[in-house]
């Protein structure tokens, strides 16, 4: 499997892969350090070795994460239903085994 493609766009990276006749196949997420279409992360870890037409996952950057604040839907007015919202998004991504650059 290709090396390097962390932090290059997307189409690159999918270019390697196939190249390398694996198939690429896209998650997107939030970021707010990984600008948007680029390769956050890639499963399996990049420099494994994986039979020929393989599938691996590139997660792409959708850039920063949209807050959606609208003080409207935070009853409290603290914005903690906003926060709450972040962590569960956040902790589904992490659930799924992709690991988000910091």
């Not at 090396?3 to 896209?26: C, D, F, H, I, M």
């Not at 239903?81 to 956040?90: K, P, T």
């Amino acid at each position: 499997m290709p090396s390097g493609l962390t932090n290059k766009n997307q189409g690159y990276a999918r270019g390697q892969l196939q190249a390398a006749e694996l198939t690429p196949v896209v998650q997107e997420a939030p970021s707010d350090t990984v600008p948007k279409g680029t390769v956050i992360s890639v499963d399996p870890g990049e420099g494994s070795e994986v039979p020929v037409g393989s599938e691996v996952t590139l997660v792409v950057s959708t850039g920063p994460e949209e807050s959606g604040d609208d003080p409207s839907d935070d009853p409290s007015g603290d914005g903690a239903r906003s926060a709450r919202s972040r962590q569960v998004r956040s902790a589904h991504v992490l659930r799924r085994g992709c690991a988000l650059a910091a």
